[in-house]
């Protein structure tokens, strides 16, 4: 009679006797898609979308699309001579300058507005209304300058609001039209739209009820770098967004005015605030540890600049909910950070993920806060980069620096040395957190959670995929993301492009939560393209042999142990592959 018993290979001298299995999650990076685009005659700058329409912002071209990419309408807003600037008082030049989109910005709270602040403006906004009752009118129609120079004098500086090294506006509704903006401070950058005026470091202004202008609630409504150091001290504006009762933005700035090292921080302002008097910031890192241990110093990477960042609420994700310790609703903050060259802010290509918790945040800047006396609850910032007031009015005012690093484990950092990351968006898709990232060299990837490698990882263009991004009907089957190369935008689902790319059952069978992808006939399909003659299926894979390793005959007798080299053996969609296991026969 002859029995055996099949025994996983758990141990790494027998894994060490078979040839390296298949890689679970291969994919074949040169598959395309034929996926929607739009391309425009010139750069694109800035993407926003409001009531199903997405608008584009180019050079010289404003363009309106619908959610197919098809082209609603086109507003020209530039090349421009001096007479056809918004800001004619601001210094002059002879010739038509290129109208640079240096922000995009929606608001709903009056109309339907579009805001659009050009470089030939010199950072002026003009705002389109774009109500019509049932759908937003084209682009073209009723646009006002926001600078009144019908009576012959300067425009307020309050309209100034943008600027070619690089602004986050943020729109905060309430009663009010909102704008907190952050103005990049890039040293011997050169300017293309001729002399341009020095625009504050950091604002608040609200819309005038006569919606033609912004003004301030009071001369407390900026704070500025110190005159020493404006122009020469790098502070870049990358990313900014509203959670709770706060607004945040994240910087790339040096670490000290005589430091050539550089950081990320985070700085937090009250949004209700109708001036800038509760303003605190941090300094924020993404560590990396070969044993991904907090504490050791094995390995460890310091990603300290970030390139690109996405808010979003925690799903039903219990996995993420319990790593981060937080619960559904909760709003977290994806961050995609790179390594700087030495004494430079210029990222290289190695880049990771970190995730933090915005409750965790506010509770650090709570903390430090506590630490201080009641009567210095109201402080100058310690490093005296930004000219603010000596002393406070107000028993809650404070400006705080904190100057202890926050440091995170990455939360992704898998297949991403030599990869450099310019754009992260994060969505729930059946009950998963995918991280959809684009890069520097053109491609879009996707990965739906910290342990695992991408699913789709794909080239839309041989330029960087911009940080600007659009997501689309998250919550819906046909949900996509609108991402910008250049001067295209190509429109990516949420699911996924399509299961070409993936080229073993077990890579096809382990996104197929996420893709709807399936094993039919050898290859990864979805289910409408399998032959109703064939097995669909998501559940299994049929394991493969490659080779009986050793030994290749033994004694009649039996009791000899054969180690089978294959994939494939027990396979578990929560789990990899075996990549061996031992039979012992007996006779």
């Known amino acids: 009679m002859l029995w055996c018993i099949l025994l996983w290979a758990l141990c790494p001298r027998v894994r060490g006797q078979c040839d390296k299995s298949p890689d679970s999650s291969m994919l074949n990076i040169s598959v395309t898609y034929n996926l929607p685009t739009f391309i425009a005659n010139s750069t694109i700058q800035n993407l926003v979308t409001l009531s199903g329409v997405i608008y584009v912002g180019a050079v010289n071209r404003i363009y309106a699309l619908s959610p197919n990419l098809t082209k609603l309408s086109e507003y020209r807003t530039g ?108 040293p011997d950058l050169k300017n293309e739209s001729g002399t341009f005026p020095q625009l504050h470091t950091l604002s608040v202004r609200k819309m005038k009820t006569s919606q033609n202008g912004f003004i301030a609630f009071s001369n407390r409504w900026y704070l500025d770098l110190i005159p020493s150091l404006r122009g020469n001290y790098y502070l870049r504006y990358v990313y900014s967004f509203h959670s709770g009762p706060f607004t945040y933005f994240l910087t790339i700035q040096q670490v000290s005015r005589d430091s050539q090292a550089y950081h990320t921080r985070i700085v937090r302002m009250c949004s209700s605030d109708l001036e ?67 004494n430079s802010p210029e990222p290289t290509a190695n880049s ?19 630490t201080l006396p009641a009567i210095t609850c109201c402080i100058k910032l310690m490093r005296t980069l930004l000219d603010v007031l000596s002393h406070c009015k107000h028993l809650f005012e404070y400006r705080l620096e904190v100057t202890q690093f926050v440091q995170r484990l990455e939360y ?44 789709v990882n794909i080239r839309l263009d041989t330029k960087p995929v911009s940080a600007s991004v659009v997501l689309r009907d998250p919550n819906h089957p046909d949900g996509a993301l609108l991402l910008v190369t250049g001067n295209k935008i190509t429109k990516v689902p949420l699911i996924g492009p399509g299961c070409g790319q993936l080229t073993t059952c077990t890579s096809c069978l382990l996104s197929s939560v996420v893709t709807g992808c399936g094993w039919c006939d050898g290859r990864c399909t979805r289910a409408n393209q399998c032959p109703s003659s064939s097995v669909w299926t998501q559940d299994y894979c049929t394991p493969v042999i490659t080779k009986v390793f050793w030994p290749t005959s033994g004694p009649l007798r039996g009791s000899t142990t054969v ?25």
């Open 79 to 186: 090349p421009l001579f001096a007479n056809e600037s918004c800001d004619q008082h601001s210094p002059g030049h002879t010739g038509k300058l290129d109208n640079h989109n240096l922000a995009l910005v929606v608001e709903t709270i009056y109309d339907k507005g579009l805001f659009s602040c050009g470089s030939a403006d010199h950072g002026v906004c003009r705002r389109h209304v774009l109500d019509d009752g049932a759908s937003p009118k084209t682009v073209a129609e009723d646009v006002y300058c926001f600078a009144d120079y019908r009576y012959r004098r300067l425009p307020g500086e309050q309209n100034l609001v943008a600027t070619p090294a690089g602004s986050q506006v943020l729109n905060v509704e309430s009663n009010v039209i909102q704008f907190f903006v952050g103005n990049s401070e890039i």
């Open 276 to 342: 800038i008097r509760r303003y605190v910031e941090m300094p924020l890192e993404c560590i990396c540890t070969s044993k991904r241990r907090r504490r050791s110093t094995e390995g460890l990477k310091v990603f300290n600049v970030v390139q690109a960042a996405y808010v979003t609420k925690v799903g039903n994700d219990v996995n993420l909910q319990k790593q981060l310790k937080v619960e559904e609703g909760d709003d977290v903050l994806f961050a995609a950070f790179a390594q700087s060259k030495p």
């Open 352 to 370: 990771a993920i970190c995730v933090i918790s915005l409750k965790h945040i506010n509770n650090l800047f709570k903390r430090y806060m506590q």
């Open 412 to 455: 992704w950092s898998k297949e991403l040395t030599n990869i450099l990351v310019t754009s992260i968006t994060v969505a729930q898709v059946h009950g998963r957190t995918v991280a959809y990232l684009g890069t520097a060299d053109g491609r879009h990837m996707q990965v739906k959670s910290s342990g695992a490698s991408p699913h």
């Open 563 to 587: 180690t089978i080299c294959g994939h494939n053996f027990g396979f578990d969609k929560t789990e990899s592959f075996k990549a061996s296991l031992t039979a012992a026969f007996n006779t």
